[in-house]
C-alpha cells in the first residue's frame, strides 16, 4: 500500500513559477514509476509527466515539453513537478500518481495503481 499526499499548490501570476511535491509513505515507494496528472474545471484527467522508478526515463505530455520538469528523491520518498512559465490554462488540480511503469502512466488511462488526492493550482492572468 502507497499513500501519496501533495503540496506546493496555490495561486500564482502568469508567468510565475510553483514546484509540487508528492509525498509517499510505504517502504515500497522506490519500485514504483511517479507520475503527475491535472484536471481542469470541466475537462477530463490528463497525463502532464512521468518518470521510472530510478529516475532515468521521464515522460512529458507535449503541450508542457519545457516548462515543466519531474524529478524524484527516493531517499526521501517525494516526487517533484517544477512548473516554470505558468499560464493561465495550467490552471487545474494536480494529482500525483504511482504505477508500475513511466510508459503506463504516460499511457492513462489506465496504469495507475494508486492516486494522491490533489493539489489546486490557479494562475491568474
Known amino acids: 500500500q502507497v499513500q501519496l499526499v501533495e503540496s506546493g499548490g496555490g495561486l500564482v501570476q502568469a508567468g510565475g513559477s510553483l514546484r509540487l511535491s508528492c509525498a509517499a509513505s510505504g517502504r515500497t515507494f522506490s519500485s514504483y514509476a511517479m507520475g503527475w496528472f491535472r484536471q481542469a474545471p470541466g475537462k477530463e484527467r490528463e497525463f502532464v509527466a512521468a518518470i521510472s522508478w530510478s529516475g532515468g526515463i521521464k515522460y512529458y505530455a507535449d503541450s508542457l515539453k519545457g516548462r515543466f520538469a519531474i524529478s524524484r528523491d527516493n531517499a526521501k520518498n517525494t516526487v517533484y513537478l517544477q512548473m516554470n512559465s505558468l499560464k493561465p490554462e495550467d490552471t487545474a488540480v494536480y494529482y500525483c500518481?504511482?504505477?508500475?511503469?513511466?510508459?503506463?502512466?504516460?499511457?492513462?488511462?489506465?496504469?495507475?495503481?494508486?492516486w494522491g488526492q490533489g493539489t489546486q493550482v490557479t494562475v491568474s492572468s
Open positions: 500518481a504511482a504505477g508500475r511503469t513511466s510508459g503506463k502512466l504516460r499511457d492513462y488511462p489506465g496504469g495507475i495503481d494508486y
